[in-house]
Each structure stands twice: as C-alpha cells, then as structure tokens.
C-alpha cells in the first residue's frame, strides 16, 4: 500500500484511497453487454491470466465495430481486438469521434485490445475501471474519462498504449483519474485535463508504477490554474530519453475557449506532487 499525504484539496482523500497496487486478477465475464457488430473473427489462442505493464498480448478473436458498442455490465472480454469499420473507421486526430467502447457508470472491463482504426477508444461515463486494456495504434484518444461527479475514479490498471500523436488519456468530467501499472511509447501526452472545455472542473490525476518510453511530450498536463488541479506521481520509469526532454509534470493555465497557455513544470508540492527519487531513467 502507498501511502499518500492528504492534500488540502477536494478528491485527494479519494485519490489516495484508489491507490492501493493489488495484484491485478481477472474474474468471470459478467452478463454481456448490447453490441452493435459487423463481423467477428477469430484468431490465436491467448491464455485469459492478467498480464503485467509491457508483456503485450496476441488477440484470440477480432470484432469489427461499426457503431459504439454500449457496456452497461461488467465484463470480461478475453482479449478480443476491436477494430473500428464504418463510421468508427477513422484513426485520425479529428475531435468528435465517436467511441470504440462506451462505459457505464460503475462498469470494469479487462482483458481488452484496442487495434486500428481505434476511433475515439473508450469512454466512461462515471466510475469505471479499465484492467488490462491495451491500445495498439491510439487514434483520437485511448480513453476518455466523462464522469458527471467529484467522487467518481476512472482507473487504469495494467495495460499499455502506444502510436498516440496527442493526448493517451483526456479528463473532461471532474473526479480522480488513476493510471497504474501501465506503459505507454511513442506519445504527446499520456494524461491531459481538459485544457478548453466549455465547462471545466478541479480534477485530478494519479500515477503509479508507469513506465514510459520515448519519444514523448509531457506524461501529465494539469490545469492548476485557474481550477487547482492535482497530479501525484511514484514510480515512474523513463527510457530511451537521455536529453529528459519529456515533462513529467506540465502546468497549464485552463480555460473555456482560445488555448491554455502553459505556466511552469515540475514538482511544486500543491499541484505537482512528486519528488526528484519518484522518476527513474534508463
């Protein structure tokens, strides 16, 4: 258990009670979800046992999703690889697309691949929990977290994500965003608050045992002004960037419309909370 120092703002006592690094496990398939699907294919075998950050899987079957396949129950999806077709068939930057996967509030899902086209990756519309979930060719975003409360956590446990031109993880609701035992390569930004949403809110941000590497711009981008935005990071492992070019911590002045301007990085003890020992490189 990692032991966390409250801070004075809202939601660090949540964030802090996330954070526990419980082997990941993978349960039963709850009762499934409705789906919209064009065709399914199947492909190798590929044991259902959670993986560690880094050991990338090889995908027993591939669904082609023409429409948002809508989760409203747990589920254990045994390492299927869903590929956008259709209107979900773009992989671009463009904003607005529609999502992969589209969660409930409450849902967990593991054990999925995200292929190519990935669309607008998966949504979240409360609380929810990605175990074990990799991204192969990030298209809008990874994930996109869109809870509606303050108490809500969308965690990332396990997993990986790689080829993503901008952000892997945006944060447009408010709430706690947790990202453990993860890896993400080839990136912008791994996790971003919303830096130019029409309604903004205090977020925050969580990172443990992640490791990250290069090419990259900044692992969190944070809005602590005007909204007092949060990040606490440990155990970050960086390689292939001898230069430290990637900002572990990028401050960002938000705003509701033009661009958030960026003011300042690194650790400052209220909104980027991480000392100097809590980032290796390799």
Known sequence: MIRIRPLRAAGIALAAAVL?????TTG???????TTVSSTTT?????????PAAVWPTAKRVEKV????SVTAS???DFTRFVGTGAL????????????LELADGVTVSNVIIGSPAADGIHCRGTCTLKNVWWEDVGEDAATF??????????????????????VFQHNGPGTFVIRNFEVSDFGKLYRSCGVCRTQYTRHVVVD????????????????TPYGDTARLSRITVTGDSARKIVICQKFRGTTSGEPAKTGSGPDGRNCVYKSTDVTYR
């Open 28 to 34: 039963a398939s709850a009762a499934p979800a409705s």
């Open 146 to 167: 869109k809870g509606t409360r303050a108490n809500q956590t969308m965690t990332v446990d396990g997993g990986g994500a790689r080829k993503a031109a901008d952000k």
């Open 89 to 100: 068939g773009g992989g671009g930057q463009g904003e607005g697309q529609d999502p992969i």
């Open 66 to 69: 023409s429409a948002t396949k």
């Open 209 to 224: 045992n992640v490791t990250v590497k290069a090419p990259g711009v900044d692992v969190v981008g944070i809005n602590a």
């Open 75 to 77: 589920k254990n999806f």
């Open 43 to 51: 492909v190798s075998s590929h044991s259902a046992q959670a993986r």
């Open 20 to 24: 526990s690094t419980t082997p990941l």
